[in-house]
């Protein structure tokens, strides 16, 4: 049996992969109308909805950042703790992409 957090931890972490796929997908695309199309497509269309998905990957990072808080503060673990170890669970850009 599966608790609603570890539901809710999973769910997330799906939502960043398909989301970071779907960022890569895009970049791709990109590549291949600049090649065969050079001009004449709406490319910056494609750099917003990529910062856009960007936004959105960050925001998924800060709720993932909030769940396991909470899961460690459930656990006993102290805030003081919690905040000396706040940057391995941020989910900012910076460790975007390393974790699956």
Same mark, same amino acid.
């Given at each position: 049996?599966?608790?609603?957090?570890?539901?809710?931890?999973?769910?997330?972490?799906?939502?960043?992969?398909?989301? /970071?796929? @779907? $960022?890569?997908?895009?970049?791709? *695309? !990109?590549?291949?109308?600049?090649?065969?199309?050079?001009?004449g497509y709406p =490319?910056?269309?494609?750099?917003?909805?990529?910062?856009?998905?960007?936004?959105v990957t960050d925001?998924?990072?800060? /709720?993932? @950042? $909030?769940?396991?808080?909470?899961? *460690? !503060?459930?656990?006993?673990?102290?805030?003081?703790?919690?905040?000396?170890? =706040?940057?391995?669970?941020?989910?900012?850009s910076r460790d975007?992409?390393?974790?699956?």
């Open positions: 049996m599966t608790t609603p957090e570890a539901e809710t931890r999973r769910a997330l972490a799906r939502l960043r992969r398909a989301i /970071e796929k @779907a $960022r890569r997908e895009i970049r791709g *695309l !990109r590549e291949l109308l600049d090649r065969s199309e050079a001009e =490319a910056d269309d494609y750099a917003e909805m990529d910062e856009h998905l960007s936004a925001l998924v990072g800060r /709720e993932q @950042a $909030r769940q396991q808080a909470k899961i *460690l !503060r459930s656990g006993g673990i102290s805030a003081n703790r919690l905040r000396g170890s =706040a940057g391995r669970f941020g989910g900012g975007r992409g390393r974790r699956s």
